[in-house]
């Protein structure tokens, strides 16, 4: 019979690690996105354009999956 903490732990642990891993990919597309946004916003000459109104352009042109 197995210690149902040392289990929970383990289980912790493990998603700890995914969590980590999921967070690292975040952190290199929150850059990919920042820089697809800088360069829609000099395309565009639109100063001050941010990744929440690049999403809305997307969703506007019928780009967002």
Do not use: E, H
Request: glycine content about 4%.
């Amino acid at each position: 019979m197995t210690d149902p903490a040392t289990d929970a732990a383990k289980r912790a642990a493990a998603l700890f690690a995914k969590r980590d891993r999921l967070a690292s990919q975040l952190a290199v597309l929150d850059s990919d996105l920042k820089r697809a946004t800088q360069d829609y916003s000099q395309a565009m000459r639109i100063w001050g354009f941010t990744p929440l109104m690049m999403r809305q352009v997307c969703n506007a042109r019928g780009l967002a999956a």
